[in-house]
Nanobody, 119 residues
């Protein structure tokens, strides 16, 4: 069983920046072997992938955040981060951290952190 705890969500004006953090309760060994991802869900919308990072540090981004968001990880701290720059009102959503199927046979999700971008 793994617990993921997100933090860093806030209300910010358009054009601003936020840094989200996700802390995992897994061991350093397991965390470092796991891919991690950030997803978001806006009201009335399905949850969608924002960015992902493999255990070796390769990254993948949704087209709508490329050039604005950066995902990173610190295995020693068992944490994954999402640096969000040039925020837009359409980035408003609850952002979730996910540890996907791989090391474990089921995915784990955090409880989410609210990001609100005002115009």
């Amino acid at each position: 069983q793994v617990q993921l705890v997100e933090s860093g969500g806030d209300l910010v004006q358009a054009g601003g920046s936020l840094r989200l953090s996700c802390a995992a309760s897994a061991s350093v060994t397991i965390f470092s072997r796991s891919a991690m991802g950030w997803y978001r869900q806006a009201p009335g919308n399905e949850r969608e992938l924002v960015a992902a990072i493999t255990s070796s540090g390769n990254t993948n981004y949704a087209d709508f955040v490329k050039g604005r968001f950066t995902i990173s990880r610190d295995n020693a701290k068992k944490a994954v981060y999402l640096q969000m720059n040039s925020l837009k009102p359409e980035d408003t959503a609850v952002y979730y951290c996910k540890l996907p199927v791989g090391v474990y046979s089921r995915p784990f999700w955090g409880q989410g952190t609210q990001v609100t971008v005002s115009s």
